[in-house]
């Protein structure tokens, strides 16, 4: 057999080929990120802003992508496909993270924040970067943290202006035990249930209602099916923009110090146009005739869901003085 022999440069240059090529195509990271809301909605606008300028910034090494209206799962299941690295970055909620990252649970317990002012404070904080270090122990970085107003009961049956009037309603509420606690404290029956399903139940009579924000009552349509939105505002839930910790591991330094730029920008953008739009929403289904009205006796509400905060307490030890200090931001 004829056996060639290769002069050791051309081994050289081969090795050398090779390892540029593979440092290359590991710096050049394209990025799929989760989006549950759809196009125009100012997370997705953020999302999107954040993705352009990173690509940009970057020079292309990391290429941000959104895939909106959660076409690549539902919320719980993106949490956990960012968590192990299937998916690079995402806007999640902290009401369906709580099962994840048992930290984050309480933001879901209502009246914890007075308003968005008061969330801003605790998150933009000292408090906010204890609750990042906890979701970085479970696999997501925050960058920054969005808005997702105040949350309130819609329903198809009639207006809710004492507890008593949510009694026997079927409440669609976000993956979370703690809102099945929520919506019996005042009665009604929660439905935890994934967002992308809720319109049809609503149209179906499956649901009765279901509880969110404006943007989010109109983006989804849920207000073409209930007629009756009321000021209950009893959740105000702080949202991040995160990346996977194994991709955000496998950035240079640089690299890494852009896109948390990037995604503290994206949230000052998502938190101005979230004003806007709240507005926008709130007109648009007074428009289409939806019913909305203030609850004046919040205070009812609060009342019969504080025991809630009992047997959290009692149930995460340390929690009690977590809620003073969130409290004492006020
Ligand atoms: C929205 C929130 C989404 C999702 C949704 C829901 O306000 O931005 O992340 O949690 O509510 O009700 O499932």
Redesign the pocket.
């Known amino acids: 057999m004829k056996t060639v022999s290769i002069p050791r440069h051309v081994f050289t240059v081969i090795a050398s080929v090779s390892l540029l090529a593979a440092a290359v195509s590991a710096q050049a990271a394209n990025w799929r990120g989760w989006n549950?809301?759809p196009d125009g909605y100012p997370?997705t606008e953020a999302l999107e802003a954040f993705s352009e300028a990173v690509a940009e910034r970057t020079d292309g090494r990391v290429t941000p992508r959104v895939y909106n209206n959660a076409v690549l799962g539902d919320?719980s299941d993106a949490i956990e496909q960012t968590r192990n690295g299937a998916l690079d970055f995402a806007?999640?909620?902290m009401?369906?993270m709580g099962p994840i990252v048992p930290e984050t649970d309480v933001f879901s317990l209502p009246f914890l924040f007075t308003d968005i002012d008061h969330m801003h404070r605790v998150m933009d904080g000292e408090i906010g970067e204890r609750f990042a270090d906890a979701l970085e122990s479970k696999g997501l970085v925050v960058l920054s943290w969005f808005d997702?107003?105040a949350?309130s009961i819609y329903n198809t049956q009639r207006p809710i202006r004492t507890p008593e009037d949510v009694r026997g309603l079927k409440i669609r509420v976000?993956n979370n035990d703690l809102y099945v606690q929520m919506m019996a404290a005042l009665g009604g029956n929660a439905t935890p249930m994934?967002?992308g399903e809720v319109y049809q139940s609503l149209t179906t009579g499956v649901l009765d209602g279901?509880e969110?924000?404006f943007?989010?009552f109109e983006s989804s349509n849920h207000y073409e099916a209930a007629g009756y939105f009321s000021l209950t505002e009893h959740l105000i839930i702080p949202?991040c923009l995160c990346v996977a910790k194994s991709s955000w591991d496998a950035l240079s330094e640089e690299d890494q110090e852009i896109v948390r730029d990037e995604g503290m920008k994206a949230s000052e953008l998502q938190r101005a146009l979230w004003v806007e739009s709240s507005e926008e929403s709130r007109q648009l289904v007074l428009d289409a005739g939806v019913e909305i009205n203030e609850v004046d006796d919040k205070q009812a509400f609060q009342t019969l869901m504080e025991p809630m905060y009992e047997e959290f307490i009692a149930n995460n030890p340390g929690t009690g003085e977590l809620i003073e200090e969130i409290r004492a931001a006020q």
């Open positions: 549950i809301h997370n919320q806007n999640f909620n009401g369906p997702s107003g949350r976000m994934a967002y279901a969110n924000n943007p989010s949202e």
